[in-house]
């Protein structure tokens, strides 16, 4: 693909004898990534109506996301939705006892779609952006005190607003089973 695309690189290793084509591929990196951006962590702890409260934040802001395949123009993931500018967590975790309850927000930041995809602007997507989106989870526990042995019953409720994917988050090749990538939630 990337010698049609007019890669002179690419096309060096391809050679063409008597109507058969060879490919002299050797061990070469065909391809790099750099990614570059600002992590952040906060985090709190108190008690609250007689238990333990836990607050944490962790957030993170993509500066740059590109790859590169020696002889071509960059390709930039970041503002896609595989690589939003920001991302982060919130997570609340309360224990009274033989009781605990973690709830986490998690958030994807808006995307832009890609230019492969057959989305037209304005039209299928507005101005060509996904919404940013927050994902709720939900798990409570409690531990057994019987038996001698560490026991413990839970629930866990994952996406629990059931938050659909944006649409448009989907690839051009991608079914309705799968979505763009792992980072929104099926």
Not at 46 to 67: C, M, P, Q, V, Y
Not at 117 to 135: C, E, H, Q, R, S
Request: proline share 4%; glycine share 14%.
């Amino acid at each position: 693909r990337e010698c049609f695309l007019g890669n002179a690189a690419q096309c060096a290793q391809l050679t063409v004898s008597g109507g058969t084509l060879t490919v002299a591929r050797g061990y070469v990196n065909l391809s790099e990534q750099t990614v570059a951006g600002i992590d952040f962590e906060m985090s709190y702890k108190t008690g609250f109506a007689g238990g333990d409260l836990g607050l944490r934040l962790i957030g993170n802001h993509g500066i740059k996301n590109e790859s590169v395949t020696p002889g071509s123009a960059p390709s930039i993931a970041l503002g896609l939705p595989s690589a939003p500018k920001w991302g982060g967590l919130f997570q609340l975790d309360w224990k009274k006892g033989p009781f605990g309850i973690f709830v986490q927000e998690r958030y994807l930041g808006t995307a832009r779609q890609g230019s492969d995809t057959p989305w037209v602007d304005g039209v299928d997507i507005a101005n060509g952006k996904l919404p940013a989106v927050f994902y709720t989870n939900l798990n409570a526990n409690y531990d057994l005190g019987f038996g001698g042995s560490k026991k413990q019953l839970f629930v866990s409720i994952q996406n629990l607003f059931n938050r659909q994917i944006p649409f448009g988050a989907y690839g051009a090749s991608s079914s309705f089973a799968s979505s763009y990538n792992g980072a929104y939630d099926s």
